[in-house]
Each structure stands twice: as structure tokens, then as C-alpha cells.
């Protein structure tokens, strides 16, 4: 397994193997694709019991959909988790797999962009989902459009492809 170059990536795109709606040339760097940030964010509701954590609990019954005004932001304080999504709809073909991370500009200003399961399977044709927390002394204020994470192509040995529990998933379903 190999990890793509900005050319192969390119050539990847042209060939129809991987998708991605919209898709902004500039953003594309020498081994990686920056992804933005969409406006629409899932914010924890104050909850007094035990989550537990088990295969049928649902994020969405614990949290509530905002969308951030244009110009506007959203505030995350120390210590605080929100749930946000990629503007960009990733499409990735057979024999291609890949990965979600943060970019080091706003991981040294203490926020975690993507806290766990950063690896995307083949046959993924869905906006991202971000595990955003504030790990830093003070709150941050993120926007919306911001280029907020990388995505990493990798060429994977065999053409499975994920059929899983967020196969699909887009702003309107998060």
C-alpha cells in the first residue's frame, strides 16, 4: 500500500477512482487534499446520566443541529466536543482507502479536528464527519469554509468496498 502524490491524485480524479464535490484545485497539496469546514455543526445537548456506549446508541439523540451564520462562527470551549462536517463530498472507487487527519496550523492552537477514526474505507461516497475538540487554554472560534483537515489517499491491496453504518452520510443526514 502506497500513500498518492499530488499527480497521482490528479490522475486518480481525471480517471473517475476518486471523487470529490466541490473539488478546488489550489487545495490540493503535494500528498494530500485539504478539506473545508461546512457551517452545519451537531452540538452536545447538557446531559445529567451515563451514555452508554454500545453499537445502538445514536449521536443524534444526544445532540442538537445548529448551522452557523455566514461571517459567523462557533465557539468551543476548553475541554468541549462538537460534532462538524466536511463541505466537500469525498467519493473514493475500489482499491482506494484513505485518511482523515488534522492540519499541525490549528492543532498548536490546541483544537483536535478529527479525535478518533480517521481512516476512511474504500467505496466511501459521503461528506465527513469531524470529532472537533478544544484541547487548548482558551476557546477558539472556528468558521465555517475554513480548510480545517487533510485527507490522505492510500492505494489498497483488493477492491472491497464499505457498506457501513455512515455509508452515504451528508450534511442533511449528520
Not at 499530488?6 to 486518480?12: D, F, G, K, T
Not at 469554509?145 to 452520510?169: H, N, P, W
Request: charged share 20%; aromatic share 8%; glycine share 10%.
Amino acid at each position: 500500500m502506497s500513500v498518492l502524490g499530488r499527480e497521482a491524485i490528479l490522475q486518480a480524479i481525471e480517471a473517475g477512482a476518486i471523487g470529490v464535490t466541490p473539488f478546488v484545485p489550489e487545495r490540493l497539496g503535494p500528498a494530500s487534499l485539504d478539506l473545508t469546514l461546512a457551517p452545519t455543526f451537531r452540538v452536545f445537548r447538557k446531559v445529567h446520566e451515563v451514555i452508554e456506549v454500545r453499537e445502538h446508541t445514536d449521536y443524534r439523540t444526544l445532540t442538537e443541529k445548529i448551522v452557523v451564520p455566514p461571517g459567523q462562527h462557533i465557539l468551543i470551549m476548553p475541554g468541549e466536543t462538537v460534532l462538524g462536517i466536511t463541505q466537500e463530498r469525498l467519493r473514493l472507487g475500489p482499491g482506494l482507502c484513505g485518511w482523515l487527519e488534522g492540519r499541525s496550523r490549528f492543532a498548536r492552537l490546541g483544537l483536535m479536528v478529527h479525535i478518533s477514526a480517521p481512516f476512511m474505507g474504500p467505496g466511501i461516497d459521503s461528506q465527513q464527519v469531524l470529532e472537533m475538540s478544544n484541547f487548548g487554554p482558551a476557546p477558539l472560534a472556528v468558521h465555517p469554509g475554513t480548510a480545517i483537515c487533510q485527507f490522505v489517499f492510500q492505494k489498497l491491496q483488493g477492491i472491497e468496498s464499505y457498506a457501513g453504518r455512515f455509508a452515504g452520510q451528508t450534511e442533511d443526514s449528520f
